[in-house]
């Protein structure tokens, strides 16, 4: 199963990491990177590291090599979400699929 989805991964989405917050609250980005994902929209929820639940209406699959954290702004579809949650599922203990709850 996990080849036939690595296979679907093949939508444009652009990440700009978060870096910190400045003295106003408003965050700061750094790196912005062009990658790919399959998306899907079906509301969900899921814990953030944090352990809070988190409701997600989106959620990315990506490839495991990618990095993505919570803060992390997605711009998908033209609109800019804040990633809520990021579960990673690994393969001989490497990181295979990551899903990115926004």
Same mark, same amino acid.
């Given at each position: 199963? #996990?080849?036939?989805?690595?296979?679907?991964?093949?939508?444009?989405? /652009?990440?700009?990491?978060?870096?910190?917050?400045?003295? /106003? $609250?408003?965050?700061? #980005? $750094? !790196?912005?990177?062009? /990658?790919?994902?399959?998306?899907?929209?079906?509301?969900?929820?899921?814990?953030?590291?944090? $352990?809070?639940?988190?409701?997600?209406?989106?959620?990315? #699959?990506? !490839? $495991?090599?990618?990095?993505?954290?919570?803060? !992390?702004?997605?711009?998908?579809? !033209?609109?800019?979400?804040?990633?809520?949650?990021?579960? /990673?599922?690994?393969?001989?203990?490497?990181?295979?699929?990551?899903?990115?709850?926004?």
């Amino acid at each position: 199963m #996990y080849n036939s989805l690595k296979s679907w991964v093949d939508i444009p989405v /652009t990440v700009k990491s978060f870096i910190k917050r400045n003295s /106003t $609250g408003e965050p700061i #980005y $750094g !790196d912005i990177i062009k /990658t790919f994902c399959y998306p899907r929209a079906r509301a969900d929820v899921a814990m953030n590291r944090r $352990g809070v639940e988190v409701k997600s209406n989106t959620q990315l #699959y990506m !490839d $495991g090599i990618e990095s993505i954290k919570e803060e !992390d702004a997605v711009i998908f579809e !033209d609109f800019e979400y804040i990633v809520k949650a990021v579960i /990673t599922f690994y393969r001989a203990g490497t990181a295979d699929i990551k899903v990115v709850f926004i």
